[in-house]
């Protein structure tokens, strides 16, 4: 991580107003966030969230496109090659935390080709079931949930959007901790996962709390429990795993995240003045971002490169302590 700091974030720093100025007329087209997943995900409502206030900032129109496939690798592969410009990347805990972990070999560098603009948005995963499963085996509460799952093992289907993505690995770890077993059925993306859910043809899963809000409020998913180490503004009433679930689950509390990146190459005053009006526009959001379940970044770009360091090396303590096979 200290490429990073050095090429960019120690300018941050200093001279922000004067390394903005330095090139006035920049951006002079629109400018376009990379979205590594397909429509409809959080990470797209996230990114399309940011657009409107950061284009107002920037006085330029901010596209959004999606480059979905090989777990993200392809959309990050296009912005680090990207030379124009104006192409930046909507990283998220999958791109920048657990790739790093799970892929034997890259076709991007996770610290080298990214230049860090600032952390979007984060919000933590949710368990939800589906409401008539939960009325016929009694589940209203984790507990509820831990009862039968130990007195039918394997009974319960918990979906997810993909192996090795942080529901499947937040599912892996609660079978760990609670002693416990859940037939795990991993999707192509969360969407349909969720569809599985609500239609009954799956149990439960760990959806991300933007996600799976609407459907919580529509009735057509019960909520257990946040895996945050605190209870969501969001959903206030909502307990966290920790509280819910007893001793067992005390120490699981994780969180998904959304973070704007630049190319590595991106001319320091465009990455300043892109760092500037990225804050700005989240200070504006945080009412917009606790409506969808999430909580709007803060802090500076180091912070974010602090951050993604962290995330990597927690992840892969989870991976080895679930025992997952690293091998895509």
């Known amino acids: 991580m200290n490429r990073l700091p050095r090429r960019h974030l120690l300018l941050a720093g200093a001279g922000l107003a004067a390394g903005v100025c330095a090139q006035p007329g920049w951006p002079q087209r629109p400018l376009r966030i990379i979205v590594p997943y397909g429509p409809g995900g959080t990470t797209d ?26 777990e993200g ?36 560098d996770p610290v080298g080709d990214f230049a860090p603009v600032a952390l979007v948005a984060q919000a933590p995963l949710v368990l939800v079931i589906n409401p008539a499963v939960a009325a016929a085996l009694g589940i209203r509460h984790v507990a509820d949930l831990l009862r039968v799952a130990r007195a039918q093992p394997g009974r319960l289907n918990l979906a997810s959007g993909g192996s090795a993505t942080s529901g499947h690995l937040c599912g892996e770890l609660f079978k760990k901790l609670t002693q416990t077993e859940l037939r795990h059925f991993p999707y192509r993306s969360g969407a349909p996962a969720q569809q599985d859910v609500i239609a009954g043809n799956m149990d439960l899963m760990f959806d991300t709390l933007p996600a799976a809000l609407p459907q919580m409020r529509a009735g057509r998913l019960l909520a257990l429990a946040v895996s945050s180490a605190q209870r969501s503004p969001s959903v206030p009433d909502l307990p966290t795993l920790g509280q819910a679930g007893g001793p067992a689950l005390q ?40 409506a969808l379940g999430a909580q709007a970044g803060s802090g500076s770009p180091a912070d974010f490169a602090t951050l993604m360091a962290t995330e990597t090396l927690r992840w892969a303590a989870i991976v080895k302590q679930v025992g997952l096979k690293v091998d895509r």
């Open 45 to 70: 409502l996230i990114t399309r969230a940011l657009t409107p206030e950061l284009q107002r900032q920037l006085g330029q129109p901010v596209q959004v496109e999606h480059r979905p496939g090989a």
């Open 73 to 108: 690798n392809l959309g990050c592969v296009e912005v680090a090659r990207a030379t124009d410009g104006h192409t930046l990347l909507m990283g998220t805990v999958g791109t920048h935390a657990l790739n790093p972990v799970l892929a034997r070999r890259l076709p991007y």
């Open 251 to 290: 120490g699981l509390a994780v969180q998904t995240w959304f973070g704007l990146l630049a190319p590595d190459h991106q001319p320091p005053e465009q990455l300043l003045r892109l760092q500037r009006d990225a804050a700005a526009a989240l200070v504006r959001l945080r009412p917009a971002f606790a």
